[in-house]
């Protein structure tokens, strides 16, 4: 005996297969990136802040606060740079480049040492967590490089961050924010032109 499926019998069958195939998918959109502000501690005390940017799947880095210790100098600037970041001041640099993100892992990139203006290739890893976020910086191959493990701050860090770095890094966050500082301040915002 031969049985018939007619069209409506098959969409639950297709309607399945469908969700199977969709599922990495809808998985790789919910896993963590690392866009967001990170903090590097050493010794217990915070070092830097760095606000990653998601630029359409290629990732950027920059220092978005430095927290020097006494008798070192906050208004450093890369003076030994030769790209376009030479006599940039360090806070507000773009240091990492070119990430390109595939799941939890960001390969294809660069880090500068803004202290002797040397570009390491990198490459970076988010906890599946996505609470921490370790950048290896390497010569040639990852094996010859050195490990960084940095933490997520809470969104509300952000507003620790000099207005100026997030205009430049997330201008459509900072055109967001007008409003609501004029507001704190007992002031009306003013109209966008």
Same mark, same amino acid.
């Given at each position: &005996? *031969?049985?018939? +499926?007619?069209?409506?019998? +098959?969409?639950?069958?297709?309607?399945?297969?469908?969700?199977?195939?969709?599922?990495?998918?809808?998985?790789?959109?919910?896993?963590?990136?690392?866009?967001? +502000?990170?903090?590097?501690?050493?010794?217990?005390?915070?070092?830097?802040?760095?606000? &990653?940017?998601?630029?359409?799947?290629?990732?950027?880095?920059? &220092?978005? *606060?430095?927290?020097?210790?006494?008798?070192?100098?906050?208004?450093?600037?890369?003076?030994?740079?030769?790209?376009?970041?030479?006599?940039?001041?360090? +806070?507000?640099?773009?240091?990492?480049?070119?990430?390109?993100?595939?799941?939890?892992?960001?390969?294809?990139?660069?880090?500068?040492?803004? *202290?002797?203006?040397?570009?390491?290739?990198?490459? &970076?890893?988010?906890?599946?967590?996505?609470?921490?976020?370790?950048? *290896?910086?390497?010569?040639?191959?990852?094996?010859?490089?050195?490990?960084?493990?940095?933490?997520?701050?809470?969104?509300?860090?952000?507003?620790?961050?000099?207005?100026?770095?997030?205009?430049?890094?997330?201008?459509?966050?900072?055109?967001?924010?007008?409003?609501?500082?004029?507001?704190?301040?007992?002031?009306?915002?003013?109209?966008?032109?």
């Amino acid at each position: &005996m *031969r049985i018939a +499926l007619s069209g409506f019998q +098959l969409l639950p069958a297709m309607a399945g297969v469908l969700m199977l195939l969709g599922t990495p998918f809808a998985a790789h959109a919910q896993e963590p990136t690392a866009a967001g +502000l990170w903090q590097k501690v050493e010794k217990g005390k915070p070092v830097i802040w760095v606000l &990653m940017v998601d630029h359409g799947g290629i990732f950027e880095g920059a &220092m978005a *606060r430095m927290f020097p210790e006494d008798g070192e100098n906050a208004g450093l600037i890369c003076s030994k740079c030769t790209d376009d970041r030479k006599d940039a001041p360090v +806070l507000g640099i773009s240091f990492i480049r070119a990430m390109k993100r595939k799941g939890l892992e960001y390969e294809g990139g660069n880090v500068l040492d803004p *202290r002797d203006g040397d570009i390491w290739k990198a490459k &970076m890893t988010v906890s599946p967590d996505g609470q921490s976020l370790t950048l *290896r910086g390497y010569v040639l191959t990852p094996m010859l490089g050195k490990n960084e493990t940095w933490y997520r701050l809470p969104d509300s860090a952000m507003a620790s961050v000099d207005p100026a770095i997030v205009a430049k890094y997330l201008p459509e966050q900072a055109v967001a924010a007008k409003p609501q500082v004029a507001a704190k301040k007992g002031r009306a915002p003013v109209p966008a032109r």
